[in-house]
């Protein structure tokens, strides 16, 4: 059953999280140890930004946790090797009203199995917006934590004692292989406090139980709401954030994440209370973006901080020494590289690559090493040179990824530098336009 302990589950949280790590350049949690009982039954209420990462995120970040089961839209069961794989990684269904109003009904039996889960003191995991989300805002939370948990709470006269944590899970970019994710989780929801007015008025209740899980995850998630200024303020956050977590946070781990916090809070303070001002920014940002546009510049170069000549002379000369590793790992990875090329061509939705990476790099690279291994070492009879090579391959292809990293960054700076340059009074402009 779902709430008992299954070893298989053990087991495979070792390669999977291993994989993830190497997913990202850096994974910063806070808030775990402080808001993240370990003797309470817990419901994750984490924002949805990701297909599959996001779950694996939560799975990851459980030194402590019992085995999370998470609650998923019911449309992903419809294969039945998908169902049983989903199944196998504690993942049940819910469903929606557009899964057909014949099928609400089979979530009694799946928020019953739920509310038996949180009995047996161990945590779920739902992700409240219902769907995922790839921009950097916060979807309406739906009611369905609330409905597995009150009733719950109810059948034990509110002494199970669960608890709601909010969790804001945010990539600095949603798409990017080896960039940084930061994890917090907020303040634990008492469901306890919820007694009387339940007793009274469960609907009542429940939509109140909503609205503090909204405030909570609003305060948490960097939630650009204002759809007509979206991409301006996305704009200042690649522009301003690196600087800001430098001069205002670099007292905390998740500095970017509160920077990015903050340039949300001040746009929207401006476009509220002095829309004067926003609309200079908005016009500002707008003239800087035609600035870098004419320039082949990305928002995400680093036009306040533009690198020496020495500094990237270096990097280049590092990269050139370096290649022949890079081009090792990228042949001997030719077989995963093809297929994970051929998968993204399923999926016309940006927001499964990457999921579909991930997948990549968990399965087809091991499987593909192992494979070559062992005709290295059937082929030559040295099965020294056949251990060799199996460990050489995927950290090689690993250096080759940081490499491809690190190679369009050193070409982006260089373009900085030059624009900097032959157009220095253009330069200077762009820099006073993107401030803040």
Do not use: C
């Amino acid at each position: 059953m779902l709430y008992n302990y299954d070893f298989r589950y053990f087991l495979a949280k070792i390669p999977v999280k291993s994989v993830l790590r190497l997913n990202f350049r850096k994974m910063v949690f806070t808030g775990r140890k402080e808001n993240v009982s370990k003797n309470r039954p817990i419901i994750f209420a984490p924002n949805h930004r990701n297909a599959l990462l996001d779950a694996l995120l939560i799975v990851y970040a459980g030194y402590h946790f019992k085995q999370v089961v998470f609650l998923a839209r019911a449309d992903i069961f419809k294969q039945k090797f998908v169902a049983w794989m989903l199944r196998g990684m504690r993942i049940i269904p819910v469903f929606r009203i557009r899964d057909g109003k014949d099928n609400l009904d089979k979530n009694k039996d799946i928020f019953n199995n739920a509310a038996r889960i949180l009995k047996k003191n161990n945590p779920i995991a739902l992700f409240p917006e219902a769907r995922h989300n790839p921009k950097q805002s916060l979807l309406p939370i739906q009611k369905a934590v609330p409905r597995i948990v009150l009733p719950t709470e109810a059948s034990l006269n509110f002494e199970l004692n669960s608890q709601i944590v909010p969790v804001s899970i945010y990539y600095r970019d949603i798409f990017g292989f080896l960039t940084d994710v930061y994890i917090t989780f907020g303040t634990p929801i008492e469901v306890s406090k919820y007694k009387e007015v339940y007793t009274e008025n469960p609907n009542l209740a429940t939509n109140q139980l909503r609205q503090e899980l909204e405030i909570s995850l609003r305060s948490m998630v960097v939630n650009i709401w204002n759809d007509e200024f979206y991409d301006e303020y996305k704009d200042a956050i690649d522009w301003n954030g690196e600087l800001l977590a430098i001069e205002k946070f670099s007292h905390r781990k998740d500095d970017y994440l509160q920077a990015s916090l903050e340039i949300v809070k001040k746009l929207d303070n401006l476009y509220e209370n002095n829309r004067q001002e926003f609309d200079n920014k908005i016009k500002d940002f707008r003239e800087a973006k035609a600035i870098l546009k004419e320039h082949q510049l990305s928002t995400k170069d680093k036009i306040w901080k533009p690198a020496t000549e020495m500094n990237i002379v270096s990097r280049f000369t590092s990269l050139i020494l370096t290649a022949p590793i890079m081009l090792f790992g990228y042949l001997n990875a030719i077989f995963p590289l093809l297929i994970n090329k051929k998968l993204l061509s399923f999926f016309k939705d940006n927001q499964f690559i990457p999921s579909v990476r991930y997948a990549t790099g968990l399965i087809f690279v091991p499987i593909f090493d192992l494979i070559q291994s062992l005709i290295i070492g059937s082929v030559t009879n040295n099965w020294l040179l056949a251990l060799t090579y199996f460990i050489a391959m995927p950290i090689t292809f690993y250096f080759a990824l940081y490499w491809r990293k690190w190679w369009h960054s050193a070409k982006r700076d260089l373009k900085v530098s030059r624009f900097k340059k032959q157009f220095s009074d253009k330069w200077v402009r762009l820099v006073q336009l993107i401030k803040l």
